[in-house]
């Protein structure tokens, strides 16, 4: 096979409700992910060894070396399956890196799915998505794509009806936001209150059934917001221009930095999109579609 190109969607989270910090360093969640229509691709080429570059305006920001979970990805499988060979792995990178949007992630699942087909290895999404959990909590998701609840650290998911599409606006911000550090300052927000285990909001999970946008805008919660306006407080007035401007429902995607808008229609989008685009501290104001596909093989 002489290359092979999967597409993989970014996500926004229309509930991330966080619990207590447990043992192993990590929070239970629930986490309504949201697969969206802004997409990675990743070319996988034969190759003697594993190598990933990057193309598009997002290329200086992304690792190069090991540390690239593509490239951490592509190795786990070939690790699992027992098989040696390499791959010259291509990123064309869309979805906006240290966002929130999990582009990263994006790019190990979309690795997995493309080795696995270079290789004729023939693993099933389930063999994926656990080798993806090793990698990150988001990965699985990636390879899940549409609309699904999240438990456990995000790993554990049952897909959900979705009665869509929705139709979104993404302020992408001048600056990244490191997931890590979020999780942090939400503890030390939270540190003397007590933290309950967290619930799925079952209003929420019905306006996702019904297609119901401007519920759904009512109903969006993320419990790493405080954190993510705490440590990059222009993000609050990025949220009120789009509240302002007539947004069904505002928040900071995941731990940030970018910023989610849900609209009512196309049209309503393109509007919001036009307003956010010149917004202080906005790089640049996105529309996509919801629910999107997960990692997919062209
Ligand atoms: C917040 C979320 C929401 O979907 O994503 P982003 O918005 O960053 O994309 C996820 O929970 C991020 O998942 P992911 O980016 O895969 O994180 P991981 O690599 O698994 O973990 C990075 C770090 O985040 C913290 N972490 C992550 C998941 C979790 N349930 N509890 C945590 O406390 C831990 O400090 C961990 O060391
Ligand atoms: N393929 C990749 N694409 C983007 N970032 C990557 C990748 N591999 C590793 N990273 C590192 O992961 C960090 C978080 O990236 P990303 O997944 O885009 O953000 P988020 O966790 O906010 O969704 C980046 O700052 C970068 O250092």
């Known amino acids: 096979m002489s290359s092979v190109t999967v597409r993989v969607p970014a996500k926004v989270n229309v509930q991330l409700s966080v619990g207590p910090l447990r043992q192993d360093g990590f929070h239970d969640l629930v986490n309504v992910f949201h697969a969206v229509s802004i997409y990675d691709e990743v070319v996988a080429r034969p190759a003697r060894s594993v190598t990933v570059s ?93 609309t699904a609840l999240g438990t456990g650290r995000g790993e554990l998911l049952r897909p959900l009806p979705v009665g869509g599409p929705f139709h979104w606006v993404f302020a992408v911000a001048d600056a990244g936001l490191s997931t890590a550090h979020v999780y942090k300052e939400c503890d030390r927000l939270r540190e003397g209150s007590p933290v309950p285990e967290p619930r799925a909001d079952e209003e929420l999970l019905a306006a996702l059934r019904d297609g119901d946008a401007a519920e759904l805008g009512r109903r969006l919660v993320n419990d790493l917001e405080p954190a993510a306006l705490a440590l990059h407080p222009p993000l609050a007035g990025t949220l009120r221009a789009g509240r302002d401007a007539g947004a069904l429902g505002a928040i900071v995607s995941g731990s940030g930095a970018t910023c989610a808008f849900l609209a009512g229609d196309e049209a309503h989008a393109a509007e919001l999109a036009g307003v956010l685009a010149t917004t202080p501290g906005t790089r640049a104001a996105v529309v996509a579609e919801g629910p999107a596909p997960g990692a997919t093989s062209l």
């Open 54 to 146: 990057v193309t598009g305006g997002w290329a200086a920001e992304v690792p190069l070396h090991d540390g690239n979970l593509a490239v951490r990805a592509a190795r786990a499988l070939a690790a699992r399956a027992g098989c040696d060979e390499g791959a010259e792995l291509v990123i064309h990178k869309t979805i906006p890196v240290a966002g929130g949007m999990a582009g990263g992630s994006a790019d190990a699942a979309a690795a997995l799915v493309a080795c696995d087909e270079l290789w004729g290895l023939g693993l099933s999404r389930e063999e994926l998505m656990e080798i993806g959990a090793g990698l990150g909590s988001d990965v699985p998701f990636a390879l899940m794509g549409g």
